[in-house]
């Protein structure tokens, strides 16, 4: 629901030592906190993804690297990849 507001909020924001992933990161954690708050037993948020898959900033952060990387791939790379996985599957085959 909020995943493009995050950099609106991010530029807004006064803190520049804080990451787009740092808030997320506070926001979620807030918002799981409340959840908890609100339940009246345990059962009834057990099955909330914000219980069942915590934030983690630290994959973010590694995903948008590695999504970084390959949107940076030049077609000489996209070609030389293509025929590595080529490689591949007829070696698979060929067992």
């Known amino acids: 629901r909020f ?3 995050f950099t609106v909020v991010h530029d807004r ?3 520049p030592d804080r990451s787009v992933e740092d808030l997320k990161a506070r926001y979620y954690s807030i ?3 409340l959840l908890e708050a609100r339940a009246t037993v345990p059962e009834e948020i ?3 993804p ?3 898959e915590p934030f983690n900033p630290a ?3 590694e995903r948008k690297r590695v999504l970084g990387l ?3 791939r030049t077609p000489f790379l996209e070609r030389d990849e293509a025929k590595l996985l080529e490689k591949a599957k007829e070696v698979a085959a060929a067992r």
Do not use: G, P, S, W
């Open 50 to 52: 914000l219980v069942k």
């Open 31 to 33: 918002a799981k906190k």
């Open 3 to 5: 995943d493009l507001r």
């Open 70 to 72: 390959l949107i940076a």
């Open 59 to 61: 994959h973010e952060t």
């Open 46 to 48: 057990i099955n909330h």
């Open 13 to 15: 924001y006064d803190y």
